[in-house]
């Protein structure tokens, strides 16, 4: 499976962003989706995950209550609504895709076999 990253930019503060990764593949329902994060300079940190059928939602403590993720198999996306952004959140956002993974182990970025590029999130403060 192929991912395809958008979404990222410059905004403010308080501000909101939606983040999109598209998958090429028919299979993408079956796959758990993660999104994870990379500040300058930082290790690479879970953002967010969600089980193939969307039932399932892991947070980051970081951005649990501002942050939400969803997706919709029919367009093969996945999405990651950042809300009430704060300069911490300053980063390129990766998305990542397996179908062999379980959700208990969806927050460890090793499990994922596919990734996409980077979309980078500037927050201003």
């Known amino acids: 499976v192929q991912l395809q990253a958008c979404g990222g930019g410059l905004v403010q503060a308080g501000g909101s962003r939606r983040l999109s990764c598209a998958a090429s593949?028919?299979?993408?329902?079956?796959?758990?989706i993660g999104w994870f994060r990379q500040a300058p300079g930082k290790e690479r940190e879970f953002v967010a995950a969600i089980s193939w059928r969307g039932g399932s939602k892991y947070y980051a403590d970081s951005v649990k209550g501002r942050f939400t993720i969803s997706r919709d198999n029919a367009k093969n996306t996945v999405y990651l609504q950042m809300n009430s952004l704060r300069p911490e959140d300053t980063a390129a956002y990766y998305c990542?895709?397996?179908?062999?993974?379980?959700?208990?182990?969806?927050?460890?970025?090793?499990?994922?076999?596919?990734w996409g590029q980077g979309t980078l999130v500037t927050v201003s403060s």
């Open positions: 990542a895709a397996d179908s062999g993974l379980i959700m208990s182990r969806a927050t460890d970025g090793k499990g994922y076999r596919y």
């Open positions: 593949g028919r299979t993408f329902s079956s796959y758990v």
